[in-house]
């Protein structure tokens, strides 16, 4: 007789108990079959994005082609395994902006990976190197990915406007597309890395020596109507990397910074996202 080892005998007891019963059919679920999970029960249609020399993974919601298309860009994903350790693989075991996504009711909702996220497992990401999701983040040629699929996204949505919506590292991206485009209506972030030269001071760890930095472009985007969420308890990006952001537009801004009391970096966001999206959003033209 084959007895069960003893994780096998932990998974078993687990799901005998009636605390645990929702649980169990997820226990050991990948963050592939996990994102693909939240956005099948969203009603996203998957698929993937040439652009440049990466495929992106795309969720996707469109029921107004023609209306300006919201797009969430996903944080930095699983990049470190520790402190001095490098992940092999950036796809997030948390997908936030996904959730913040899916939590969105808007008419046209398109949820858009970061470069090398969720491709390696499919053998999808042949072009992806190690400082894809280190150093070279928010390289050019990510952001040259990044906007080529934004067109995509908007030539497929028949859109004329985008609204970007980014979390974490997402945020850098926003802001970093938004300076290079004219079609960008608004930009949210979500605890965003708006400097990551001074995020890394902060921390105390390597400067990222091949990415751009949006703070460097905030000026440029200074007429685009803009929020920043930041948490009070975030110790990752703290507040003041926002503030030092708009602080550093011109005046007349077009942005203002709402904090949100007890919200970590990962926490607080998801149970919060449907009032946030009702915050006026400054400068904004009626028609959006």
């Known amino acids: 007789m084959n007895f069960p080892n003893l994780r096998q005998q932990i998974l078993l007891l687990l799901c005998l108990m009636p605390a645990t019963l ?13 994102s693909d999970k939240i956005a099948a029960t969203s009603g996203f249609h998957k698929d993937y994005l040439s652009a440049g020399t990466f495929e992106l993974l795309t969720y996707s919601r469109i029921t107004s082609p023609g209306s300006p298309v919201t797009v969430y860009i996903e944080g930095d994903g699983s990049s470190w395994l520790s402190r001095h350790r490098l992940s092999p693989d950036p796809t997030p075991h948390n997908p936030i ?41 928010f390289a050019e040629e990510i952001i040259a990915a990044m906007d080529a699929a934004c067109t995509d996204i908007k030539k497929a949505a028949g859109a004329s406007e985008l609204h970007l919506v980014g979390y974490s590292g997402g945020g850098a991206i926003a802001v970093l597309l938004a300076a290079r485009r004219d079609d960008i209506a608004s930009i949210r972030t979500v605890a965003g890395n708006l400097d990551h030269a001074e995020v890394n001071r902060f921390h105390g760890v390597s400067p990222l020596t091949e990415s751009l930095n949006p703070i460097d472009v905030s000026r440029a985007t200074s007429a685009v109507p803009q929020l920043h969420f930041v948490g009070d308890d975030d110790t990752i990006v703290p507040p003041e990397i926002a503030h030092h952001f708009l602080d550093r537009q011109n005046p007349g801004v077009c942005g203002k910074i709402i904090h949100l009391p007890q919200a970590t970096h990962t926490r607080g966001w998801e149970a919060a996202w449907p009032e946030l999206l009702r915050v006026p959003m400054p400068c904004m033209r009626q028609n959006n």
């Open 97 to 137: 902006a996904l959730k913040l996504a899916a939590l969105d009711q808007g008419a046209n909702i398109v949820y858009l990976a970061r470069p090398c996220q969720y491709v390696l497992k499919e053998g999808k990401g042949q072009s992806c190197l190690p400082l894809h999701w280190s150093t070279g983040r």
């Open 22 to 34: 929702s649980g169990c059919a997820s226990f050991d679920v990948g963050p592939h079959e996990n």
